[in-house]
């Protein structure tokens, strides 16, 4: 009797583990019908945990037991997902296929994305195959980066463009997250197209208030902020203001759920692809302000959006 209800138990724990190595979507439906977790992250800046709230609603709703984690480092993040320890990540189309493309081709490969979404969808989609990936559907939301200056140093030197601190010859230390040196439109396309001459990164992250704290202080004089942000209250109470990115350095970038290929069901892809026709940019700097200037918690601003829009 004993043996037998061991056998039962470990039959049953494998059937509850909804993890293989074969591939394909055999385990993802394994976790499914057994009511299994999967782990969503984000990176570590407000929209992204905005996002990842999202999908993490959207996944309960789906039957998932869903787990939360912060990765802010790329490297760690990539690493995550690539190994399914991480299960499900909102990214930027663009931004993340010139990652890939670097990570696979080496830091001199060229540029694959483009201010055409269709083009660089088809880039990253095939870049992601190769790392056991899969591309959703991207939202019609788009966010880029964006540099900001205190409103006293942009008034003492005149700045109202990207190139017109590049043409000052000024020396800036850039509040960012760590990647910024090695991505080529922060950077090194900053240094490229623009002349600009940055000195240090101060790593406060992407769009964090530790970001606009330590450009309105002026422990940086630049800040690496999102276009969404710079759209609505929250740069503007910080007394900052954002330079034109007068050369166009920046490609449009749509927001899309990146998953593991192993973990990915039919369900999953239903859950997450429906937030593509619905969100859209103006909703993303609301949401964004909610967070950073009223201090409402990403998960409940989450939840009331995606009711809101009859998906919860």
């Known amino acids: 009797m004993t043996g037998l209800a061991a056998l039962v138990a470990l039959i049953l724990g494998l059937a509850a583990c909804g993890s293989d190595t074969s591939g394909g979507s055999s385990s993802g439906a394994t976790a499914s019908s057994a009511g299994g977790t999967l782990t969503v992250a984000d990176a570590g800046f407000t929209e992204s945990r905005i996002l990842a709230e999202m999908y993490a609603a959207l996944l309960e709703k789906a039957g998932y037991k869903v787990e939360r984690t912060s990765v802010q480092q ?6 995550s997902l690539e190994k399914g320890i991480v299960d499900a990540m909102p990214q930027y189309v663009a931004t993340y296929a010139d990652l890939l ?9 060229a540029s694959v994305s483009s201010p055409d979404l269709q083009k660089s969808l ?3 989609r095939s870049l992601a195959g190769r790392r056991g990936l899969t591309v959703l559907n991207p939202a019609s939301a788009v966010d880029q980066n964006a540099f900001a200056v205190s409103r006293s140093f942009a008034t003492e030197h005149k700045l109202r463009t990207l190139s017109d601190l590049g043409a000052s010859g000024l020396s800036v230390k850039l509040a960012a997250g760590p990647e910024c040196a090695t991505r080529p439109f922060c950077q090194p396309g900053l240094e490229k197209t623009y002349g600009i ?8 992250g992407v769009d964090t208030p530790q970001t606009k704290a330590a450009v309105k ?10 276009t969404t942000d710079a759209t609505d209250a929250t740069v503007a109470d910080s007394d900052l203001v954002v330079l034109t990115d007068d050369r166009k350095l920046q490609n449009a970038d ?3 759920p990146i998953v593991t290929t192993k973990s990915l069901t039919p ?3 239903a859950a997450l692809n429906s937030l593509a026709p619905v ?9 964004n302000k909610k967070v950073d200037s009223s201090r409402e918690k990403p998960a409940d601003v989450a939840r009331s959006y995606l009711e809101d829009k009859g998906l919860l």
Do not use: C, F, W, Y
């Open 254 to 256: 749509n927001l899309v």
């Open 74 to 79: 790329t490297e760690l993040a990539q690493s």
């Open 267 to 269: 369900k999953i892809s």
């Open 197 to 204: 001459k940055v000195s240090e990164i101060v790593r406060t």
């Open 122 to 124: 088809t880039a990253l």
């Open 217 to 226: 202080d002026g422990k940086a004089q630049l800040g690496l902020v999102l």
């Open 279 to 287: 969100l859209t940019t103006a909703d993303l700097g609301e949401l």
């Open 101 to 109: 493309n670097t990570e696979i081709n080496g830091a001199p490969a």
